[in-house]
């Protein structure tokens, strides 16, 4: 098993992937041996991955730099770096490795504090690997500041080392920082592939499998969340159920407010265990006594650390709208695929009675409002709307058609 075959449906990226990693190592060696590294060389310092949500943008980064950290002497027969068995391979992919540090938040932003610590780490020669390797998960959810700290050191990087940045988009990263990228795009899966590695990876049935990745069409993460998780099936049902309930006022209101219940138990539950043991955690290190009592001077940290968590809350709960919302979108995508007689695979087939009504009840110009009303739903979500006022218009407006 190669570092690769997690990258699901990703042929093109893989080979740009694989060329960039056999020249890297051909570097490594040259300098090693003194000698001159020859012209034409596909590797870069900086690397953007950009591609729809479940495309495997971070599966990418890091089977690259697992690669990059590849240790296995079939190398210097002429092997491919990326064996997946070598300790460089197992360590890198498994998040261990010392030279590989992987950054992702669960907060709403990554600001100017975390990424010099970043920037500082980036200087450092490879303390065991060949090269040091920073994969930023979520390179759009840098702050403005922290964004021009980042671009520093793209622009005069330490010799070994390699950013690799992850984003949705090209315009989710700044100018100045993605003009200094080499910029890969990876697509949507084929839904027969991310089946096969759900059958595969996760061992998981045949039928569940083809279901789950039928219905996230294509999101790998979303479709093995699926099909292993019963809440995570039932929360979808109730979703799917949504287009059935707005038929009056009322109605709309009360779908509003279980999905934004719905979302906020979600966060409750996500959060509740990582924040006792955060707390339980800071409070050991700061010496708390055996009662609870804090020592003195300590109140800016826990307050710090109760901050933290609250915005981390606020995120595990837009996290779990904009999936419920992507989910409703999905939804009335097949509706219109039924209305104007379209002959693409249906996502939702296991609620198929229920799109057949709203198919048979509306018209196409109606379907495609709805679907304008649940973007525009998620459009006011990213300006902090409060929750509840963005769903409730949007479920008016699914009324309204």
């Not at 609870?292 to 606020?314: C, F, I, N, S, Y």
């Not at 595990?316 to 695929?337: E, I, K, N, P």
Request: glycine share 8%; with cysteine; charged share 30%.
């Amino acid at each position: 098993m190669t570092v690769w075959d997690d990258l699901v449906g990703q042929d093109r990226v893989q080979k740009q992937l694989g060329a960039a990693a056999r020249d890297a190592d051909a570097l490594v060696t040259a300098v090693s041996a003194g000698e001159q590294m020859p012209p034409g060389s596909k590797m870069t310092h900086a690397w953007l991955f950009t591609g729809p949500p479940g495309s495997g943008r971070s599966t990418a980064a890091r089977a690259f730099a697992a690669a990059l950290q590849c240790t296995s002497p079939d190398r210097a027969l002429g092997g491919a770096p990326g064996c997946g068995f070598c300790d460089g391979c197992h360590t890198s992919l498994v998040g261990t490795h010392a030279d590989v540090e992987v950054v992702r938040t669960d907060l709403l932003s990554i600001g100017v504090k975390e990424t010099r610590e970043l920037v500082r780490r980036a200087q450092l020669s490879p303390a065991v690997g060949r090269w040091q390797v920073i994969i930023l998960e979520d390179a759009d959810r840098l702050t403005e500041g922290a964004g021009n700290v980042l671009l520093k050191a793209v622009e005069e990087p330490a010799p070994r080392t390699v950013w690799l940045l992850c984003a949705p988009s090209l315009e989710d990263v700044l100018p100045t920082i993605r003009s200094r990228c080499r910029h890969l795009t990876l697509r949507t899966p084929p839904v027969d592939a991310v089946a096969d590695v759900l059958i595969r990876r996760d061992g998981i049935d045949p039928a569940r499998a083809a279901s789950a990745a039928r219905a996230t069409q294509g999101h790998i993460g979303r479709a093995r969340r699926l099909a292993t998780d019963e809440k995570a099936r039932a929360r979808r049902a109730a979703v799917l159920k949504l287009p059935l309930r707005v038929d009056d006022v009322g109605g709309c209101l009360r779908a509003a407010q279980e999905l934004i219940d719905t979302a906020t138990e979600d966060a409750k539950q996500v959060s509740e265990e990582v924040d006792v043991k955060e707390t339980e955690d800071m409070k050991a290190a700061l010496g708390a006594t055996a009662g609870g009592r804090m020592p003195r001077g300590t109140a800016g940290v826990m307050k710090e650390l109760e901050d933290k968590q609250k915005r981390r809350k606020t995120r595990t709960q837009r996290d779990s709208l904009d999936l419920a919302l992507t989910d409703l979108t999905g939804f009335y995508r097949d509706v219109l695929a039924l209305q104007l007689g379209s002959q693409i695979a249906l996502a939702n087939v296991d609620v198929r009675d229920a799109l057949d009504r709203i198919a048979r009840s509306s018209t196409p110009e109606r379907t495609l409002r709805r679907i304008e009303a649940v973007i525009a739903c998620r459009r006011a979500l990213d300006r902090n709307v409060a929750p509840l006022l963005a769903v409730e218009a949007m479920t008016m407006a699914l009324r309204a058609g």
